[in-house]
């Protein structure tokens, strides 16, 4: 889904581990790596419905929604092709251990279905109970910092320090309780299938994905203290 890769560039584990410039640099080379592959499980999970000609729009549109969210909830690791695989294998990270943590307490009740009568386009209002990748990496970030600058002083390899950071952003999620959020989901039916607009991307990243600014602006004010 679109807007699972437009929120990769901005979903940004921020593990500086000391002042040097090469140190920050690969810093943010990982952030981005992690990033793409946690953004990934959703892109692989969220499926494409059909419409179902007996049903209303407003049916059609609710069912592809309750679609894309019990892909999601019910991802796995067979859902991801062998060069997502080989990524997280190589970042240390176990995507069915990724996802069961994610996942975990995640659900959702659809409120209301209404038509927008400017573009007949569908606003699916839903209430979202999930943890939010955004909530556990500011949750972790302390402990990662103080991790990361002492690895680094003992000299520990660039490869060992980003499969513990990783391994510290899986433990927090476990930790993490689902955070509950309504949201209002625009879909459209333009490609002759009921998917969620930009809009309605964009809702469905904040209720799941949690608040992308929030942590971008979080990281920024730890980086210029360091």
């Not at 003992?154 to 993490?176: E, P, R, T």
Request: net charge negative.
């Amino acid at each position: 889904m679109v807007w699972c890769v437009t929120h990769a560039e901005c979903v940004i584990v921020c593990v500086s581990w000391g002042r040097k410039e090469n140190e920050m640099i690969e810093t943010k080379k990982f952030s981005k790596r992690i990033a793409l592959a946690l953004i990934t499980c959703l892109i692989a999970c969220m499926g494409m419905f059909a419409l179902a000609g007996c049903e209303s729009d407003e049916q059609q549109a609710e069912n592809a929604l309750k679609g894309y969210l019990d892909d999601f909830k019910n991802g796995s690791s067979e859902d991801f092709a062998a060069a997502d695989m080989a990524e997280f294998e190589q970042m240390g990270l176990n995507p069915d251990e990724f996802m069961s943590s994610w996942t975990q307490g995640f659900g959702y009740e659809v409120l209301s279905v209404t038509k927008d009568t400017s573009n007949d386009n569908m606003m699916v209002e839903v209430k979202i109970t999930s943890k939010q990748i955004t909530t556990a990496i500011s949750h972790a970030l302390p402990d990662i910092m103080s991790y990361a600058m002492g690895a680094a002083l003992s000299g520990a390899s660039q490869a060992d320090m980003q499969n513990h950071m990783v391994q510290m952003i899986l433990d927090q999620l476990a930790k993490d309780e689902p955070v509950e959020s309504t949201v209002t989901v625009e879909m459209n039916s333009e490609t002759g299938q009921w998917v969620p607009t930009q809009n309605g991307e964009e809702a469905l990243a904040g209720a799941i994905v949690g608040n992308v600014d929030q942590l971008t602006q979080e990281m920024s004010t730890i980086a210029s203290a360091e």
